[in-house]
């Protein structure tokens, strides 16, 4: 079993171009996360969705957008990318919201680095 | 506003035990976890903690008091292969994840 992949491990991107960072999971969890690390801080969330259908807006979304078309990909899109989005991505997924349900699976992230 | 303090670095040595704590403030409580991240890889999922007390898996435990919005991860008999970042993170009212910013553990032979 997969798990979650993500593509691609890594990616240097000229300012101002836009990109998607791919995640599929296979476990048929119903919700999906995607966040942010940098050095220093804890893990960012910065969309998710509970359900296939359904987004919502985490702590830093600013210069983001997901879509949530079924149930195993969730593509986190950066628009126009600027240097401070410089980070390491990591998409998760859990079965559920609740309790222990939310334990969280990650993917092996992306490091993008913008120029 | 929520927030998660745990300490940016701890060292221990082979063999002993060490125990981190992590205390959080967030808008509800729905329990809390702790994750493992070696450098360079994703986290992994260690534990999770909903009521008061003590929750043992072999080398390692993890205590919750929600009266204090205090717990620990203890891990005894260390080993190298535990030199990794510990992460604390606490789910709010929403069910969300409010993490810390980990605890770096390096482990002398």
């Known amino acids: 079993t997969a798990g979650i992949t993500q593509a691609p491990t890594s990616q240097i991107l000229a300012a101002g171009r836009s990109m998607t960072l791919r995640c599929t999971q296979d476990m048929r969890h119903n919700a999906m996360y995607w966040y942010r690390q940098d050095l220093g801080l804890g893990l960012r969330l910065i969309h998710y969705?509970?359900?296939?259908?359904?987004?919502g807006k985490g702590e830093v979304p600013d210069g983001y957008s997901v879509s949530r078309a079924n149930t195993d990909d969730f593509p986190l899109t950066l628009a126009s990318a600027v240097p401070s989005q410089t980070s390491v991505y990591f998409c998760a997924s859990s079965a559920s919201t609740s309790g222990e349900y939310n334990e969280q699976f990650f993917g092996p992230g992306t490091r993008l680095t913008v120029l | 506003g929520q927030n998660i303090d745990q300490p940016t670095e701890m060292t221990a040595t082979e063999g002993a035990i060490v125990q981190i704590n992590c205390t959080y403030q967030t808008s509800g409580f729905n329990g809390l976890f702790w994750y493992q991240q070696h450098a360079g890889e994703a986290p992994t999922f260690l534990s999770y903690n909903v009521l008061d007390g003590l929750e043992e898996k072999g080398r390692f435990s993890s205590f919750l008091s929600r009266s204090k919005g205090y717990s620990y991860l203890l891990l005894k008999e260390l080993q190298m292969k535990d030199s990794a970042s510990y992460l604390c993170a606490a789910m709010d009212s929403n069910y969300q994840l409010i993490w810390g910013a980990g605890t770096k553990l390096i482990i002398k032979p």
């Open positions: 969705s509970n359900t296939a259908g359904t987004t």
